[in-house]
């Protein structure tokens, strides 16, 4: 064990920024010349080798330069705990497998929620990520309707929601056309009114209303659906009200934006990832529901695992999932260690950065940001004065990124918006400074002013020899 900390801890210091631009095809390369049928001759040279295979090239979420996906740095309390669930190996799925954690896992469940204040009778379980909880959520709300064909229901969602959701419902066995993407307002949000007509516009053809998915922090723009407005839609309809706040969730720990949760104490469920704004290592998320009956959706029993009248709180009869690890120690022993308002303000720290890089950049002429920031995302693309068209526009933009990576100077990340190409910061280092994040922006502005630079004399050239 020591000499595999060790290895990480050597590695960490040995990194200058967030990567060192390895290639896919490096990467595949040299871990494709490996034998695995031939051992190595002991512990130390299989660490030597991950270290040359892996951590050289790794990617660290905690330099104050990554700046990309919705990875966090990770407190100590969870990396020690991370350490003692594959010590142990534990599995949540009985009671005389877990013992202990079963029931740590329970309160922690009962605190969250309470977090939430879903009320009295809620209840969840532990998952592998959002896109699980997000799955497990619809398999749940699906229960309500048994009668109505796969072909006939329906879910609605913003047009900016995650991509889980179109996902979990193919894997229930329904069609494209059956997750319904409502349109969006200036700030990124649902409209509600848009959502409303959209349900009846569906009653109309027949449809069944499966869910609602609203979602607390969008992957781009970090949007907060309007949740108390959506809530009063789906009371009205009838229809499962589902808050995916895997992004958002850790506002429930905030000390000075808990508000912009306002409504998510009226969801019948809801998806919180602690791996991302609770700062703890993957994977660590979880499903929360109103009422525990509900999560009867996924009970089965099996005379070898979890037999009907045993008595046990055996959690694989609330889960998708049979082996599963106790995650739920990371972040017991974060609580327990650092307290939830701290953990809350290492988010708040992360937003407000956000707030102050959006402020700096908005003062910088040849940058275009999409959208103020509402967490701690800012979308943004370079576009000098007299830009060239949209489609270069895109090619500049993307050639940025790439060079910031295979340069190991920084990682951010990329998406569309109206069909064009955009950088964007995700900020979720509580430890970064503006500094630091100012300093990539000019890395950025640099290098779209080169690239710009030499198109404009390419294109020159070009018309000169013509």
């Not at 309390?77 to 009985?94: K, M, R, Y």
């Amino acid at each position: 064990m020591k000499a595999a900390l060790l290895t990480v801890v050597n590695a960490q210091a040995g990194a200058h920024g967030p990567a060192t631009g390895t290639s896919p095809a490096q990467a595949r390369t040299s871990v494709n010349q490996v034998d695995l049928d031939a051992p190595l001759p002991g512990l130390d040279a299989a660490l030597e080798e991950v270290r040359r295979l892996w951590l050289d090239d790794a990617v660290w979420f905690h330099d104050p330069a990554y700046a990309a996906h919705l990875n966090c740095p990770v407190v100590i309390p969870a990396v020690v705990g991370e350490h003692i669930v594959g010590a142990v190996n534990s599995s949540l799925d009985t009671f005389d497998q877990s013992v202990g954690a079963t029931m740590i896992e329970q309160r922690l469940i009962r605190w969250v929620a309470d977090r939430a204040r879903l009320g009295a009778h809620a209840d969840g379980v532990f998952t592998s990520g959002g896109s699980q909880s997000n799955l497990q959520a619809l398999i749940v709300a699906r229960r309500r309707t048994p009668a109505a064909p796969a072909d006939r229901v329906r879910v609605f969602t913003s047009a900016e929601s995650h991509f889980s959701i179109e996902k979990s419902a193919a894997i229930m066995g329904m069609p494209p056309e059956a997750v319904i993407a409502i349109p969006v307002d200036a700030a990124h949000r649902m409209d509600t009114e848009a959502l409303a007509n959209a349900i009846r516009r569906s009653a109309a053809r027949g449809e069944v209303p499966l869910a609602v998915v609203a979602t607390a922090g969008t992957t781009d723009f970090g949007a907060i659906d309007p949740l108390e407005d959506i809530a009063d839609v789906c009371a009205a309809a009838g229809t499962w009200f589902h808050v995916d706040a895997a992004y958002g969730g850790g506002l429930l720990v905030s000390r000075k934006r808990r508000g912009l949760l306002a409504g998510i104490e009226r969801a019948d469920s809801v998806t919180i990832d602690f791996h991302k704004t609770y700062f703890q290592p993957v994977s660590s998320s979880a499903l929360l529901v109103r009422d525990a009956a509900a999560l009867q959706a996924v009970t089965w029993h099996a005379d070898y695992l979890n037999p009907t009248g045993s008595g046990n709180p055996d959690q694989v009869n609330k889960s998708l999932q049979t082996t599963r690890r106790f995650d739920a120690l990371k972040l017991w022993l974060t609580l327990r260690v650092m307290g939830p308002d701290l953990v809350g303000d290492y988010l708040d720290d992360a937003i407000d950065l956000a707030q102050a890089v959006h402020a700096a950049m908005a003062q910088m002429d040849d940058l275009e940001i999409a959208a103020p920031p509402h967490l701690s995302t800012i979308v943004f693309r370079y576009r000098p004065a007299d830009p060239p068209e949209d489609a270069e526009l895109d090619e500049v933009n993307d050639a940025i990124r790439s060079e910031l990576y295979r340069s190991g100077t920084a990682m951010v990340a990329a998406t569309s918006v109206n069909g064009r190409r955009h950088l964007k910061l995700t900020l979720l280092n509580p430890m970064a400074s503006l500094e630091d994040i100012l300093v990539i922006v000019a890395h950025v502005r640099r290098i779209g002013q080169r690239m710009t630079l030499l198109r404009r004399r390419s294109a020159a050239t070009g018309s000169a020899h013509q």
